[in-house]
């Protein structure tokens, strides 16, 4: 079975401040996603990350995906209230003799952002 | 473009009694997911369909849970019968393809409370 450990699982920080999420595994991925999600409401997909090393900017939002494809990280600058969520990673697999990929979770990180 | 529809939004009920959930997917999307949201958790994926085939069922318990998406669009969640640790958030997504890169768009999820 395959596991995604988030860290920290939950941060409570004052606007304006920076902070890294991080999603680790002993497993490699095919590609990696993180999801922000809202209470009562389903996950929203924030980014995709393929290749090893790869970074990705989202105006304040910078994603890592690891060299061996094994983790990823998440890292806010200037935090604002409205960063204030659940934030999932996701790690892609294949499904053997089909030929479609899987998501397996993270265990999630719910930030907090106070004015 | 409608989003993914779930319903009922929330659902009470008793142990050893049954329950099922629905889902209507976004258009033109082969690939539907049932998804058990456990609070505090990450999603964990119970079951996947490539249009109305399995092609992961590997973490749903068969004993207790069905799923079922005739003529590949709708597809039904169904728990008989109903323990107490069941108790979570049933999140329905779609996606067009079965890629890692491509994007599951989820719906707001029932809320179960078994009692």
């Known amino acids: 079975t395959q596991l995604l450990e988030q860290s920290p699982q939950f941060l409570s920080i004052q606007e304006g401040e920076n902070l890294t999420v991080y999603c680790n595994s002993s497993?490699?991925?095919?590609?990696l996603q993180w999801y922000r999600q809202e209470p009562g409401e389903g996950p929203v997909l924030l980014v995709t990350?393929?290749?090893?090393?790869e970074v990705k900017k989202l105006k304040r939002l910078t994603f890592q995906f690891g060299d061996a494809r094994k983790d990823s990280s998440l890292h806010i600058t200037a935090a604002q209230p409205g960063d204030t969520g659940l934030y999932l990673c996701?790690?892609?697999?294949?499904?053997?003799?089909?030929?479609?990929?899987?998501?397996?979770f993270g265990t999630g990180t719910r930030l907090t952002i106070i004015p | 473009e409608a989003g993914v529809a779930q319903s009922p939004r929330y659902k009470i009920i008793e142990k050893r009694q049954s329950v099922a959930f629905w889902c209507n997917p976004i258009?033109?999307?082969?690939?539907l997911y049932w998804y058990q949201q456990i609070l505090g958790q990450g999603p964990k994926l119970l079951i996947q369909f490539q249009n109305n085939g399995v092609v992961d069922d590997s973490q749903l318990p068969k004993d207790r849970f069905s799923a079922e998406r005739l003529k590949g669009v709708d597809s039904t969640l169904k728990i008989q019968p109903a323990k107490l640790e069941d108790s979570a958030v049933y999140l329905c997504?779609?996606?067009?393809?079965?890629?890692?890169?491509?994007?599951?768009?989820f719906g707001p999820g029932t809320r179960l409370t078994v009692l």
């Open positions: 497993s490699v991925f095919s590609s």
């Open positions: 258009s033109g999307h082969a690939t």
């Open positions: 996701a790690g892609a697999s294949y499904i053997s003799n089909f030929g479609n990929e899987k998501l397996t």
């Open positions: 997504a779609s996606s067009f393809l079965a890629e890692g890169t491509d994007t599951q768009y």
């Open positions: 990350v393929v290749t090893g090393g």
